[in-house]
């Protein structure tokens, strides 16, 4: 049975991770808990800080944060991700693990991958509605 391009893709992803991994390149881990469950490590590919930011919602007001967006297996997404449950981020060993919530999700790379944008919980502080 020949394999579909994206779990080809996905393949080589997963061993060029693990060689950054080890060699200090990609640090940060992700964790997710589902509702009804243990905590299990969540494989990723790539990971963006996209430092502390704010961000406009449509009811005009700003939510300020430390933010962070994630690239993980959409195979993994549809079964375990897309599923009620808690995220954790650890960007590096030496930090803690703190809660995150997510922000947004995006399919990309033809559906092989996804992105996740998440805010880390403990840094969220509610701004001015200008309203």
Known sequence: ????????LTKVDSRVSKIFRRLGFLTTKLYFQPANGAIEPVEIFAHDDK??????????????????????????????????????????DDQPVVPCAVEGD??????????????????????????
């Open 106 to 131: 995006t399919m990309t790379d033809d559906g092989t991958y996804v992105s996740l944008d998440l805010l880390e919980l403990n840094t969220v502080e509610t701004g001015v509605n200008y309203q």
């Open 1 to 8: 049975m020949k394999r579909r391009i994206p779990d080809r």
């Open 51 to 92: 430092g502390w930011s704010q961000k406009n919602w449509k009811t005009g007001s700003e939510v300020a944060g430390h933010r962070h967006s994630v690239k993980v297996s959409a195979d993994w997404w549809m079964a375990q991700g897309s599923s009620h449950g808690t995220y954790s981020i650890q960007v590096r």
